[in-house]
């Protein structure tokens, strides 16, 4: 079963407005509207996504975007702000792009961009 097929747009508003849900249940709540919820919900968890990422990570700056605005990332610089390996975002990345069939490394001829 594909991870699209374990959430529903109606399931998903529920559990991202409900205030005592678990923080792990809510981001794969908002993760799977992000993927697979209509453009106008899209746009504005990317809206405030991208708030919170300058709040949170003030130096991390996008290294291009794409066609459609969103912003993608140098993992080298990603894993600087996080305080990980770049390897452990390499594999974080992998394992989410597995979930939701998704692709999010782009070759730039150098380490790689994400969004």
């Known amino acids: 079963m594909d991870f699209k097929d374990h959430?529903?747009?109606?399931?998903?508003?529920?559990?991202?407005?409900n205030k005592t849900v678990d923080s792990h249940l809510w981001a794969e709540a908002v993760e799977w509207l992000?993927?697979?919820?209509?453009?106008?919900?899209?746009?504005?968890?990317?809206?405030a996504s991208g708030q919170a990422t300058e709040q949170c990570f003030p130096d991390l700056q996008a290294a291009q975007f794409t066609n459609d605005g969103i912003p993608?990332?140098?993992?080298?610089?990603?894993a600087r702000s996080l305080g990980l390996s770049e390897e452990e975002v390499r594999k974080i990345l992998s394992r989410k792009e597995h979930a939701g069939n998704r692709f999010h490394f782009y070759a730039d001829g150098g380490s790689g961009t994400v969004h």
């Open 7 to 17: 959430w529903d747009i109606e399931t998903a508003l529920k559990i991202v407005q």
């Open 34 to 47: 992000l993927l697979y919820g209509p453009p106008e919900i899209v746009s504005v968890l990317l809206q």
């Open 72 to 78: 993608c990332y140098d993992i080298s610089q990603l």
